[in-house]
């Protein structure tokens, strides 16, 4: 029941992960180290897919959407977090914590539900190499990624209508260095208990139940290739990627299932789960695929040598 007479928070002020300032600043070259890694490592990535003639296939159009929403994603918490360790007071206004809730948790679904359409990708091209190319046609392709975003933007438009509706008239400070639902509905001056289930079976339920299918699924497709010749390169090559997205797959829902699929109680872990989730996760995306796969290892080299390297050599020859 909201109180019929109250003050309006209109800004939140953030605890951060550390009071101390030498841990901060420890802190902030780490991460700040973190974030410049992920914007040339995922950049570098979009670059060499759409550059290079020998990477058309559906799966690398759809890891050039990954990195790009690990761009987005990277980019929604990292530069206020790396900002705030120079403020004494770390703020953010109402408006600013609504916007960064809902990017957070638009990209963030919108990468589950991609990682979804790539387990869809892997299962054509293994169980129906014949017809792959008719099955994932660039127009589907593209259908799917649009459903994604469409999907992400859904859930994300549910839980800012279950925030904004609340009533915030008390505290108004965050034990975090972001704003989350996780955080701001524990400080609603109300009965959150109906929002809370609410998104706990939209966020949590979600990420259980599609973390679950896409680990059976992906066990099947490697049950699928040992049956083929262990020696066959393009066995092989299937099996690394299938891999490489198991690995992509533990790493995004792991920590999400953590937060989510569970009351939003504070537990300890909660900063160091959030850190890994929002600022580490996505650098991990870009090492994985360049490290496991060798066309993009090999597209990656010749990118760097025609385009950085001869314009080098270009300008000490003038």
Same mark, same amino acid.
């Given at each position: 029941?909201? +109180?019929?007479?109250?003050?309006r928070?209109t800004?939140? =002020?953030?605890?951060?992960l550390?009071q101390?300032r030498e =841990?901060?600043l &420890?802190?902030? /070259?780490?991460?700040? %180290?973190?974030?410049?890694?992920?914007?040339?490592?995922?950049i570098l990535i979009?670059c060499?897919?759409? @550059?290079?003639p $020998?990477?058309?296939?559906p799966m690398?159009f759809l890891?050039?959407?990954?990195a790009?929403l690990d761009i987005?994603y990277?980019?929604?918490t990292? +530069?206020?977090?790396?900002?705030?360790?120079?403020?004494?007071?770390?703020?953010?206004?109402?408006?600013g914590?609504?916007?960064?809730?809902f990017?957070? $948790?638009f990209?963030?679904?919108?990468?589950?539900?991609?990682?979804? =359409?790539?387990?869809? *990708?892997?299962?054509?091209?293994?169980?129906?190499p014949?017809h792959?190319?008719t099955?994932?046609n660039?127009?589907l392709?593209?259908?799917?990624v =649009?459903l994604s975003w469409?999907?992400?933007?859904i859930?994300?438009?549910?839980? /800012?209508?279950?925030?904004?509706? @609340?009533?915030?008239?008390?505290?108004?400070?965050?034990? %975090?260095?972001?704003? *989350?639902?996780?955080? /701001?509905i524990?400080?609603?001056?109300?009965?959150?208990f109906?929002?809370?289930? &609410?998104?706990i079976?939209?966020?949590?339920?979600?990420?259980v139940?599609?973390f679950?299918?896409l680990?059976?699924?992906?066990?099947? #497709? #490697?049950?699928?290739?040992?049956? $083929?010749?262990?020696? *066959?390169?393009?066995?092989?090559?299937?099996?690394s990627?299938?891999?490489? $997205?198991?690995?992509?797959? /533990?790493?995004?829902?792991g920590?999400?299932?953590?937060?989510?699929?569970?009351?939003?109680?504070?537990? %300890?872990?909660?900063?160091?789960?959030s850190?890994?989730?929002?600022v580490i996760?996505p @650098?991990?995306? +870009?090492?994985?695929y360049?490290?496991?796969?060798k066309?993009?290892?090999t597209a990656m080299r010749? #990118?760097?040598?025609?385009y950085i390297?001869?314009?080098?050599?270009?300008?000490?020859?003038?």
């Open positions: 029941m909201e +109180p019929a007479n109250y003050t928070v800004e939140f =002020v953030l605890t951060g550390s101390t =841990v901060q &420890v802190l902030f /070259v780490i991460f700040l %180290s973190f974030y410049l890694f992920i914007l040339p490592g995922n979009i060499t897919i759409r @550059l290079d $020998h990477l058309t296939s690398y890891l050039a959407n990954l790009f987005w990277s980019s929604i990292a +530069p206020k977090m790396l900002i705030d360790f120079f403020v004494e007071r770390k703020r953010i206004s109402f408006g914590c609504i916007a960064q809730l990017f957070l $948790h990209v963030g679904a919108s990468e589950m539900f991609l990682l979804t =359409v790539m387990a869809f *990708d892997r299962y054509a091209a293994i169980c129906r014949l792959y190319a099955i994932m660039r127009r392709c593209s259908i799917l =649009v469409l999907g992400g933007f859930h994300s438009i549910i839980q /800012v209508a279950l925030i904004v509706r @609340l009533p915030f008239c008390g505290p108004n400070e965050l034990d %975090s260095y972001f704003c *989350d639902i996780t955080q /701001v524990r400080i609603a001056c109300a009965n959150t109906p929002e809370e289930l &609410v998104m079976f939209s966020s949590g339920l979600i990420s139940v599609c679950i299918a680990l059976m699924s992906y066990a099947f #497709l #490697l049950a699928m290739l040992k049956k $083929h010749s262990g020696s *066959d390169e393009s066995t092989s090559r299937a099996m990627t299938c891999y490489s $997205h198991i690995t992509i797959v /533990v790493f995004m829902f920590p999400s299932i953590y937060i989510y699929a569970r009351p939003f109680d504070s537990f %300890s872990l909660d900063k160091v789960v850190v890994f989730h929002t996760f @650098l991990l995306n +870009p090492i994985i360049t490290l496991r796969n066309e993009v290892k010749k #990118l760097v040598n025609r390297l001869c314009f080098g050599c270009e300008e000490n020859v003038c």
